[in-house]
């Protein structure tokens, strides 16, 4: 039997609900499916650990971690810690130490959740986002000066390394060449950001060379906003950096009404270091303990994390799964359904 | 009679014609108003200048734009430009020096414009961006080094000074406090960017205690996309960073389908400079020349710079004209209608 550790952080809020259904899903496949054996470790990283211990997590974190074959996270955030402490004390050191410099984001009108712009029905919106994830506007440098003070500055510094966008451009273009329409869009906001953004685009024209196939454009990240509501036909795969994909993967999932069920792969294309696998949401504290939050994002999120671990087939029964409850109206509050997180959980396994 | 002098700057592309619009609509209802004078001097800044001159402006251009009550402006872009060249030498350079460092963009579902989300309808979405305009994200600085190798790195610095944050702060709670909900929505990115959101954030708590009547609340602004398409009844006055303010305005008259009616207002508050006016569009150049740019944004922009100059009968005049016309389906193209530039311009001068 194939083998696969998985480093386990359910983390603050739902994270630790969707996370309980995730794995009586992987465990349903595991036995279903055969070959292969999911090792958890389950790890308390999170505020509660902050609060009680002072520390999100036990020094020599990143290194224990790194022995994994992947990591599945559920959410960080607690309403008594501010989310820039909590967030660069967990998931943001996770992407950048372990160079996850892709994150992969689709969405699409799934069959029993209506979009919500006027001009698009199942089948016409169908996109995958690639972020650039581990430098841009998130490489965390800047600071504050003369703090508290009318002398007060502060900065925020992108930082844009050519290696770092060619690496995650050369992704793109192998997405976009592997899909049926071979087709990219890539954004950027080099009108007004004249540096690190102008290199993006210039990056994106030479890499393109390597793929005369596929088809691809440019946009502006303000107009791309306006083309995702009005014309989502055009669109198919696209690759943008760090804060644009943040924007942008929220809108699209807003567009295409998968919110709920919106998931992100963050990855290590060469394997040198494990990749994660989590929902889009947050901990969401005001729905916490109620039952009532949407597994189905993290059950995604696990399906991709078993695709990058190399069981297709285990990945195709979980997602399609997931998509047959969706299509049947068997879904939580937030997707229009009135079933509970633990009633979706067993409507999941049932189907498994 | 009232005199008011202003610099008009048709620029490139449908600019040109759409400010010749505008011009008549000026014209026009100043002859049936009365009591006011405008003073257009028509400048030949842009591209064509550019290509033939080699600048974008004569020497000393702020100077002498300096002088007047008010800045008409069309649009900047050329393809034989890089967007990043001609922006930082016309239009940027206007809002840092002239310290308009509000940037207001309004966005309604107005009759006659289907809007683009599935659960808004006319009356559900009237919303009011106030964007900070001189600072943040456009601030202009970074660079680039080892230019074309692989060890280039480049970088784009946003800057926020408490001062630049607390005055845009201000003015958003005022326009909110004016308006009937009384409702302010603060749009950063504070958990992943921890300098100068974080700060944006802090000054919005303390500007709040001065407007106790305003209810408002913060947001990240890639769940507020998510919002935006989702609860659009749920927002009224808007206030976010430059970058942030630039991408929901676009997000906003896209949802609204109010794209090609789009205007913005860059003020200069204390009125020690002129601001400016224009439309939101480009130059566009796929269209230039063929009768198809739709005035009604550039209109709208001179009925907002009436305002700020004073005639406010003037003003409604020319937006009531633009609704009308719109309400009556006497559109461009881009609004689902039939008719040309001019056609449309001649609809609004009757009305007048
Ligand atoms: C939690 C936060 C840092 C994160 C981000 O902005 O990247 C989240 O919004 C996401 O999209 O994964
Ligand atoms: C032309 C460009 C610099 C500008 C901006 O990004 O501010 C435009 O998109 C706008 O919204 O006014």
Known sequence: VRQHNIAVIAGDGIGIEVTASTLEVLRAVQKKVG????????????????KAKGSYTPEGWLEHLRKFDAIFFGAVGDPDVPDHISLWDL????????????????????????????????????????????EGEYA?????????????????????????????????????QKRPRKLLTVVSKSNAQRYGLVLWDEVAELVSKDFPDVKWDKMLVDAM????????????????TNLHGDILSDLAAGVSGSIGIAHSSSLDPTR???????????????????NLANPIAAIMSAAEMLRWLGENQAAEIVENACKTSIANGQTTGDLGGKLKTSEVTQVVLELI
């Not at 070959?35 to 902050?50: I, Q, T």
């Not at 892709?102 to 986002?129: E, F, H, K, M």
């Not at 040198?272 to 969401?284: N, Q, Y």
Request: zero cysteines; charged letters at 25%; proline letters at 6%.
């Open 35 to 50: 070959g292969f054996e999911l090792k958890f470790d389950e790890l308390d990283y999170g505020s509660a650990r902050y």
């Open 225 to 240: 906003t306006v083309r995702m509501v009005s014309k989502p036909k055009s669109l198919d795969t696209i690759v943008t």
């Open 91 to 134: 998931i943001l050191p996770m992407r950048q130490k372990f160079q996850q410099y892709v994150n992969v984001r689709p969405s699409a009108i799934l069959p029993g959740i209506p979009a919500r712009i006027t001009n698009a029905q199942v089948g016409d919106l169908d996109w995958v986002i690639v972020r650039e994830n581990t």
């Open 272 to 290: 040198e270091s494990p990749s994660l696998f989590e929902p889009v949401h947050g901990a969401a504290f005001d729905i916490m303990g109620k």
């Open 140 to 176: 965390g440098q800047g600071g504050r000066t003369h703090v508290g003070t009318p002398w007060e500055t502060a900065t925020e510094v992108s930082i844009f390394t050519r290696r770092g966008v060619e690496r995650v451009m050369r992704f793109a273009f192998e997405i976009a």
